[in-house]
């Protein structure tokens, strides 16, 4: 396992669609684990393959509660309801933060490792996450949803996705 670098705005590779994976090998989940290693060490709750400089709908997130490590590839939005507004962050844009709306609970499915389909259901910050992950698979930047930025003296407990 290893860290890898954080691609940092404005490279390319941050606002393009992503490559479905069609491949579920070893390969696969050594990308897996060296991006939960790489979203740990840089203090991150979700971490999207574009962010490593790898063009595949991979995601992960971890809010650090007892739903643990959630491994969604080719992640489809099924249902969203409800709204929320809160602060934002991405390791991405080091020292930028904004709140952002986005929807309270989602339903969403996805394939594991192996490439065996799940559905997961979340609501409130683990959404949150969740949605911030899968923006990042289609080009889109939380920066865009920004609805007002926040000095860092605002944000108490907000980590970045």
Do not use: W
């Not at 479905?20 to 990308?31: I, N, S």
């Not at 643990?68 to 930028?96: M, R, Y």
């Amino acid at each position: 396992m290893a860290v890898k670098q954080i691609v940092l705005f404005p490279a390319e590779i941050l606002e393009k669609a992503c490559e479905t994976v069609t491949v579920f090998d070893k390969k696969l989940a050594k990308l897996l684990n060296d991006m939960y290693d790489t979203m740990i060490e840089f203090d991150g709750v979700g971490l999207a393959a574009p962010q490593i400089g790898i063009g595949k709908r991979i995601a992960i997130v971890d809010i650090d509660d007892d739903t643990g490590t959630i491994e969604l590839i080719n992640p489809e939005l099924i249902e969203a309801d409800g709204e929320q507004l809160g602060p934002e962050g991405c390791l991405s844009f080091p020292g930028v933060y904004g709140e952002v709306n986005r929807p309270f609970s989602i339903k969403v499915k996805a394939q594991d490792r192996k490439g065996k389909t799940y559905y997961i259901e979340a609501e409130d910050f683990l959404a949150r996450a969740i949605l911030h992950e899968m923006d990042h698979l289609d080009g889109v930047l939380f920066t865009a949803k920004i609805t007002r930025y926040l000095e860092e003296d605002e944000l108490e407990g907000v980590e970045a996705e």
